[in-house]
């Protein structure tokens, strides 16, 4: 038997599986499809303090091993994520979720992170500071060191429970950011959100997305993902939760190789909706092919 | 819902349209109006395809050659096995007050009215079908809703077939209720041409296709609504337009 638990800042996983933030809904079109309880964990859908529509269509191109999104962080506001939702999740998903949230401003993610962490089911809250800083003139929060330790160390103040901040890889230095999460008081990182794209239609000539750009995501950013996982685990202390790109149980072992302590998967839902399932079924035969008894021994096991 | 189909005819039915007809379990459609999403060699998104006609182990779509992957499935033969996501979408909803129906396709929005007229025929409605192309050369399916009801009527718009104009040319048609689709602008002439509530599918670019990655959404009066999972039919009266 290979022991797949592992600690995400005391939070135990059954298994490092977590299907990340907005590829997942909050769950219930893949419970309908198989019983999802048998993930580590899930991150629900990026939710802000009010309601949002996001973004024009077309949200999505199609990409060269991976996808663009400007999906824009459609959500129907914490409140209704609060009231309605988690109480109907409990009959799906009886392990503790991952609450991820986005803002435009700090008041906005402190309002957010104050409610979910309140809901008795979110085990983690995720910080997503790819958004931009409406205060800021629309600058990333997660592009900035100091303006990411402000959010977070904020953030922090309002939250109950464990506060993960999650990373934008379109950085120059990814360690700093990292360093700031730490220094800000956050229980843990995860790492990478999607990477800045663009794609145009040769017959318009127009951009595809509304948007203009959006965020790559999928296969083709796995080895980008790999390496600032490393550079993190590297510069501190905080567990990881690693993602990009991922879609085999030998992807998740080779992430935790780098640094990750759980893994999230995320535009491979949309294409195979039961690849999580058919990694989790397949993580215990490819450990025993790299001789691995306790899946958690092999964090950050990189040579070299 | 995820299937492996394998492939028993493909066809051109003009010089850019193909039909596809698959076999394998597809227990999961529920009705006309809901489509299917492919998997294909090399390329990471699935392909959206309407359902043209289903029964038991069968499956037929029908599509226009546009891009990488509609070309990769124009050369594929038979025996080759497919990754198909099956009965995604609403569907049209066959319970609604009708006696006359008309139903209108444009283009390759043709496709979805075939097992939809055939429902409604067995349903003992009287069914009108009005078909529109740009011209003569891309006009398919004639035949085969000929063969299902009486009242096909080809429009083309260079006058080269048929009658001369778009489906909601010269509409004086005897219909109670309107189902349709194809190409945006034909949809919203059919939404200001026509007095009636009506059943209307829309296309939009999509990341999944089974309601998980909110790529699709649009504005309707009854609130935002995935075109993949609470559409791709929308009735008249909810969209704003
Ligand atoms: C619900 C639904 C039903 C459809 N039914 C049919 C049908 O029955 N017959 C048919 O010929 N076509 C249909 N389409 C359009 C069909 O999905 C596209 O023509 C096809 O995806 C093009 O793929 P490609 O790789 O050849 O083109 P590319 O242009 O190379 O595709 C690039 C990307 O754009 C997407 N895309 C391109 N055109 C469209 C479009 N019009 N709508 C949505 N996504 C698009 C593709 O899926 C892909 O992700 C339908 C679309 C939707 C959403
Ligand atoms: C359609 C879509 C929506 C996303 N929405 C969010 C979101 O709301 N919040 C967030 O933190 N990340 C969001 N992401 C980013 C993913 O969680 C993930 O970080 C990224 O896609 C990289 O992982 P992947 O390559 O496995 O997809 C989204 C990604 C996609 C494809
Ligand atoms: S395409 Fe993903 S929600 Fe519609």
């Known amino acids: ?304 | 819902m995820q299937q492996i189909l394998t492939i028993l005819t493909n066809k051109p039915l003009t010089s850019s349209v193909y039909e596809m007809t698959l076999s394998g379990n597809t227990d999961k459609i529920t009705g006309p109006g809901q489509f299917v999403n492919f998997k294909l060699l090399g390329l990471y998104l699935r392909r959206p395809l309407s359902i043209c006609d289903y029964g038991k182990n069968y499956l037929k779509v029908i599509y226009k050659v546009v891009g990488k992957g509609t070309e990769q499935m124009s050369k594929m033969l038979p025996g080759e096995q497919l990754d198909v996501l099956l009965g995604l979408g609403n569907g049209y909803d066959l319970t609604v007050d009708t006696k006359k129906p008309i139903l209108l396709g444009g283009g390759v929005g043709t496709p979805p009215m075939y097992n939809l007229c055939k429902k409604l025929k067995e349903l003992g409605k009287s069914v009108t079908v009005i078909l529109g192309f740009n011209t003569k050369e891309e006009v398919f399916y004639e035949e085969e809703f000929k063969q299902i009801v009486d009242k096909v009527i080809i429009k083309t718009a260079d006058g080269s077939y048929g009658e001369k104009g778009f489906v909601t040319s010269d509409f004086s048609h005897e219909y109670d209720y309107v189902f349709t689709c194809g190409p945006e602008p034909m949809l919203k002439a059919v939404y200001n041409t026509t007095t009636t509530s009506g059943q209307y599918s829309f296309e939009e670019r999509m990341g999944c296709g089974f309601g998980a990655c909110m790529g699709c959404t649009c504005k309707t009066k009854y609130g935002n609504k995935r075109i993949c999972k609470d559409g791709p039919v929308l009735v008249k009266e909810e969209i704003i337009w």
Do not use: W
């Open chain 1, 1 to 304: 038997m290979v022991d797949l638990k592992v600690n995400l800042a005391g939070l135990v996983l059954d298994n490092p599986i977590v299907p990340a933030s907005g590829t997942f809904g909050y769950g219930e079109e893949f419970a309908s499809l198989y019983d999802i309880n048998i993930l580590g964990s899930f991150s629900f859908k990026g939710t802000t303090a009010q309601e949002r529509f996001g973004n024009p269509t077309p949200r999505i191109a199609d990409c060269a091993n991976g996808m663009l999104n400007s999906v824009g962080l459609q959500n129907p506001g914490v409140d209704y994520v609060c009231n309605t939702i988690m109480p109907k999740m409990k009959t799906y998903f009886n392990k503790p979720v991952v609450a991820n949230i986005g803002g435009f401003s700090i008041e906005e993610y402190c309002e957010c992170a104050k409610k979910v962490s309140e809901c008795e089911q979110v085990g983690i809250v995720e910080l997503n500071v790819s958004c931009p800083n409406v205060h800021g003139g629309g600058m990333g929060f997660g592009t900035d060191a100091k303006l990411v330790y402000n959010v977070t160390s904020a953030v922090k103040q309002n939250c109950k429970k464990p506060l993960f901040v999650k990373l934008t890889p379109n950085v120059t230095d990814i360690k700093s950011i990292a360093k700031a999460c730490e220094d800000a008081g956050a229980n843990g990182v995860t790492l990478i959100n999607t990477m800045l794209g663009m794609r145009i239609n040769l017959n318009t000539r127009k951009p595809i997305l509304a948007m203009r750009a959006g965020g790559y995501s999928g296969k083709a950013v796995f080895p980008v993902a790999i390496r600032m996982i490393n550079d993190v685990y590297n510069t501190i202390k905080l567990p990881i939760m690693g993602c990009g790109g991922v879609e085999t149980a030998e992807d998740v072992i080779e992430m935790m190789l780098a640094g990750a302590t759980a893994v999230q998967v995320g535009s491979a839902n949309l294409i195979n909706p039961f690849v999580c399932k058919e990694i989790i079924q397949d993580l215990p035969i490819v450990c025993k092919k790299y001789k691995i008894k306790k899946l958690s021994d092999i964090i950050g096991g990189v040579n070299g």
